[in-house]
């Protein structure tokens, strides 16, 4: 039987939720807020969290930020459910740091009960996806993100993005990176990677991001 967290800090509207989908076959728990729910998370991951989007201290934005992180401890699905005016680039951010679906509270119980069964049957991914602090990368769609803004990268840019925050914290030698990225050796080249480095700390916008490592390389920095 697949176990489900439903985190809302409205216990009342929280229970009425989870008296529901214990009808429709599963088993349910609750937690009041965020910090309870990433409590819980740690100590017996769910197959499925319904997390509401709108709760003061650790709202739902952070508890996606903290189940996606790098050293994070799930790739179980997260369906977002939300009671107040979101606007589209709300819903489209939410997606982008990992949740599923998107459900506003009021609505036809039978379509939530539907969403979550659908988002079940869904195969695992194998993690397609990088984060490093605020920026996100999808490795298959070959697109990158900044808290919500896409970088829009050309794909040589991205690779050397990508390449850098796999090994972060590691100076990364920049004929390393011409050799993979550019497929040559020849030092005349390295301008090549400079100039793809450059447009990468420009689509960032925010200095600290990558580091220059004085006559060897690049270092990307997690912390930006």
Known sequence: MPKLLVVDDDLRSARVIAELLRRSGYAVDVAGGGAEALER???????LMVLDYEMPGVDGERVLAELRAPDGSTEFPVLILTGGRVEA??????FEIGAVDYVRKGGDTA???SRIGSALRRPRPSSTYLRRGRLLIDTLADRAWLAGRELGLEHRQLQVLKYLVQHSGAVVDKRELLETFWGSGYEGLTHSVEQAVWAVRKALG????IETVHRRGYRFDAQG
């Open 41 to 47: 998370v740690r100590a017996e991951p769910p197959d």
């Open 89 to 94: 680039a709300d819903e489209a951010y939410s």
């Open 111 to 113: 379509v939530l009960v």
């Open 206 to 209: 925010e200095p600290g991001w």
